[in-house]
């Protein structure tokens, strides 16, 4: 009969044994990662009215599929589950509880959307996944306090707004601001965090505010107004289609105010040229990443390895895309993350590292933009650079700023 | 003029003939229902509770589409007013989340017995017409910059998920599936009781013969109006109960899609068919999720393709089973008595009894 | 003043599109009582395969002359073999159909194009001396197509035998039938001819949008309420309510309600037409006997 104390010995041994094997030791502990994969999920708008960033979704899958040619993240392959949510928040809710639940995924990556990832987002917190590099530049996405799974990816849309009022303080105190923005989180934020850079003191500054619904053929009518409204500085707070069309109307109803446009709508390709190239001339915004059409970056290296990653995993999309360029860059953020996580893709520890990242720089940025996160700064980029453009490509002036 | 080839309700749940196969049915189904969310995984329950919000919208665009002939493309706005009414009932006026049922109801109610005035002078197509642009309308409205301090604006609102009450020993997925059941068989047993009563064959006379009806002295106005409101009454009830279970709305939350599922839950399950419902609800909930799979034959770039077999499905279904599941049913049932009258009458020289 | 008349010209080019969609529901709706709730979806598949075709080097007009060819064989395609299945089916199964097309053709363009959106250049100047500072050269150009298409359309109707052959099938089929019309190959024909206008409609909208395939949701919305506020039935009267609409758009927004509930006057306008004068501002009162 074997003793209770052999038993323990026995037991203790044999554990030793186990933990002691050369292999990654958490991995049977992690929830989406076996010896060979990680999984990872998000949901995509891949239908709907946010159709147009489904490429997003793709060029993530794309990127992980790269990773996975070259021998993956310390042996273990990326497995990107993604699913559409159509932008509507119950069924991304719906799908992330599918991922959560029934995939058993490591963590959620990159979804996309305000109104998604708020949804999804007490859901995740309460259940200890992370939420990494949502795919939206809401101010709200980095509260390490509230939300410490959640965290945010690009430099979000009041720093940038920030970034601009205090250039026009700086160099035209007395202009008449009219602002174009959309209608949604992307556009309010904005428009808030703009006007409380500008402050109390001069609110006055903001002469006209409208807005526009994504669902509107055009923005014309709007612009008409702020023209007639006075304004001499027009601040563009819309997405590419509508960029353009603003830019356009401008110019053909003879309106010549200082351009601010976000750097969401600053594709050369997708929003200046269709706007017309002349029409756009002295338009400024705020720049942290390269763009794909801008001539400045042809010979680039950086640029050259993301031309040469579409061509071989992303054959026959849009090469003028920004959105391609966007999911490049949170990709090779993630792969950073995960192997700064080594051996233990536990889910504390990947929130860990992604909270550890310092000075990252990457292909797809401009120089000087550089990565960096903290237990109490979950805004990975806070730098921006102005840029002005010249009817060719966009000059970049001044110094890195910080929001 | 709307024509329907479904007998009309009285015929279809009136015969409560309580054989020993059909009560052997009915305590199999109570057992299945009552037993899924502790057979399936939390996600899989919660997907449940869906199905049966989903039946109670269905049910009451169903009241007034399928027995009342009035067509209605927008049913999402009283989804997104029942939704939202909850929302704001609990998170800035400290109202607990049951409560919020009735009151949204009522106020969905209101909203729709307003409609319904105008919706009055609007037959068939037009009416569609109205409804799809209230449908199309609906998200802007709700993103109005005088509403924000109430609806959140775009940024909408987060509310907490209920706990199931103490003591009893449920995961907060089961609380809220049987929280949706119970008010799901009310909802139901008050549809029911209406359809089988005066009223209800008035609204069916107005829907098939509005001339005769009013000439035999059927209100048509206040019936078609109190329907309208009944009907937003329940999908505004349906939307509360969405609310809860998701835990947030945004406008974003409430597009087009939602008001276009409803209509197409109703013909699928078929018009006029109170239980039809149900399997309108699984397919809106159910067969977006298969059409997904599905389409991954397509391979990567075809994660769009899901709603063209999605639309495909519908439109092969309605070609080939217009009258929905419930007319399919029907020639079922109508094929197995028929088939059981022949034996019998085989064996037996006596007249067939009327079945 | 200056912003008023802006207002009011870009009003009347986004009009003369809303006029092109209304005329194509209303064509539709004349022949067969139904309203196509596809028809955005049909005009923004043509404009795809316009930008095809010019992006594989083809020159503007070629491009679109060709695109109407294709958009006649699609309408026409679509009648015989999905349309006239329904034939005689209840309204609401036949609303199902049409959404159920709009579904289905809005994905397939979004799995054959992708989703990014593409700009469709426009075949007029991009600046001209004319009305340099209050309208550009592109409206001007889409408000003389749309005003050609209208006369051509009108012209055919009114002059031509198949005209006149297409206009007795839908007013009266069962004696169109009597003296020898093929009925349903004049519901294949409107069909087809609703379609073109629609492609003009699409290809007129495309520079002025940008082309993708959610593009023509907005539209589709302001051409029902156009068809509505000018006549169901009634095609000119279709027309003006576009310009009519497009106008009032951007007044409404403008200066009355401002610019966040603009789709809501659209739903404002259809309901209010509906219920003020159902027949429109140019249409016949339907009177039913009882």
Known sequence: MISRRTMLKASAATAAALTARPWPAFADNATGVTDTEIKIGQTMPYSGPASAYGVIGRVDAAYFKMINDQGGINGRKINLISLDDGYSPPKAVEQIRKLVEQEQVAFIFNSLGTPSNSAIRDYLNENKVPQLFVATGASKFGDP??????????????????????????????????????????????????????????????????????????????????????????????????????????????????????????????????????????????????????????????????????????????????????????????????????????????????ANLKDLELPTTLPGIKINTSPTNFYPIRSMQLARFDGTTWELFGDVLTG | ?????????????????????????????????????????????????????????????????????????????????????????????????????PIAGLICFGAGFL??????????????????????????????????????????????KPQPPLHLPLTRDQWLYFLCLVVAAFLFWVAINLVNSRIGRAMVAIRDHPIAAEAMGVDTAIIKTTIFGLSAAYTGVAGALSTIAIGFVSPDSFGLFVSLSFVLGIVVGGLASIWGVVIGALFIEFVPNYADQLSDVFGESAKALPWAIYGLMVMVIMYAAPSGAAGVAKSLARGVEGLRRRTANDGDRRPAKSG | MIALIHQILSGLAMGSIYACVAL????????????????????????????????????????????????????????????????????????????????????????????????????????????QGFISPHEMGSIGVTLAALALVYVFFRFTPLGLAMRAAAQNPTSARLVGIRVGQMLAIGWGLAAAIGAVAGMMAAPIVYLDPNMMGGILLYGFAAALLGGIDNPWGAALGGFIVGVLENIAGAYLVGEEIKLTVALAIIVGVLVAKPSGLFGRAIVTRV
């Open chain 3, 24 to 131: 194509a529901i209303v064509m539709i709706y004349q022949a067969t009582h139904l309203v196509n709730f596809a028809q955005g979806e049909m005009a923004m598949f043509s404009t795809y395969v316009a930008w095809a075709m010019i992006d594989a080097g083809m020159p503007y007009w070629a491009a679109f002359l060709l695109t109407l060819a294709f958009s006649f064989a699609m309408g026409m395609a679509i009648e015989r073999f999905i349309i006239r299945q329904f034939d005689g089916a209840p309204v609401l199964t036949v609303v199902i159909v049409f959404i159920s097309l709009l579904v289905i053709i809005n994905s397939v363009a979004g799995w054959c194009f992708s989703y990014t959106i593409k700009s469709f250049d426009s075949p007029f100047p991009a600046t001209s001396r004319f009305g």
């Open chain 2, 1 to 101: 003029m709307l024509n329907f080839e479904l007998a009309s309700p009285v015929e279809q749940t009136g015969r409560a003939a309580v054989s020993a196969p059909r009560a052997a049915l009915v305590v199999l189904a109570l057992i299945v229902i009552l037993g899924l969310p502790f057979a399936l995984s939390g996600y899989q329950t919660f997907q449940f509770s869906r199905v049966i919000i989903f039946a109670i919208a269905l049910l009451g665009l169903n009241l007034l589409t399928g027995f009342n002939g009035q067509i209605s493309l927008g049913h999402g706005a009283f989804f997104a007013i029942g939704g939202y009414a909850s929302a704001i009932l609990t998170a800035k006026l400290g109202v607990s989340y049951w409560a919020t049922l």
């Open chain 1, 145 to 354: 306090e509230h939300y410490p799974w959640t965290m945010g990816w690009q430099p979000n849309y009041r720093t940038e707004a920030a970034i601009f009022a205090k250039h026009i303080l700086a160099n035209k105190p007395a202009a008449k601001i009219g602002i174009l923005y959309q209608n949604d989180d992307f556009g309010k934020d904005y428009l808030n965090g703009l006007k409380e850079t500008l402050g109390d003191k001069n609110a006055g500054m903001v002469v006209k505010e409208v807005s526009y619904e994504v669902s509107e053929p055009t923005v014309d009518s709007q612009v008409i107004t702020l023209q007639g409204s006075g304004a001499d500085t027009f601040v563009i707070a819309a997405t590419p289609k509508f960029a353009a069309q603003a830019f356009r109307k401008a110019y053909d109803v003879g309106w010549k105010p200082v351009e601010y446009v976000t750097n969401v709508s600053l594709s050369v390709g997708a929003v200046l040229k269709p706007a017309g190239l002349e029409k756009c001339v002295g338009a400024m915004t705020g720049d942290y990443g390269k763009e794909a059409t801008d001539p400045k970056w042809k010979d680039d290296p950086g640029m050259n390895t993301w031309r040469d990653f579409m061509a071989k995993y992303m054959p026959g999309a849009d090469t003028t895309d920004a959105n391609a360029v966007y999911a490049y860059g949170v990709s090779a953020t993630l792969v950073q993350v995960l192997k700064q996580c080594g051996a233990d893709l536990s889910r504390e520890r990947i929130m860990k590292e992604a």
């Open chain 2, 115 to 160: 409609f319904g005035f105008p919706a009055l002078r609007l037959g068939g197509l037009y009416l569609a017409l109205a409804t799809f642009a209230l449908a199309l309308a609906v998200p802007q409205l709700l993103k109005f910059k005088p509403f924000d301090p109430w609806t959140g604006g775009v940024q909408g609102i987060n509310l907490a």
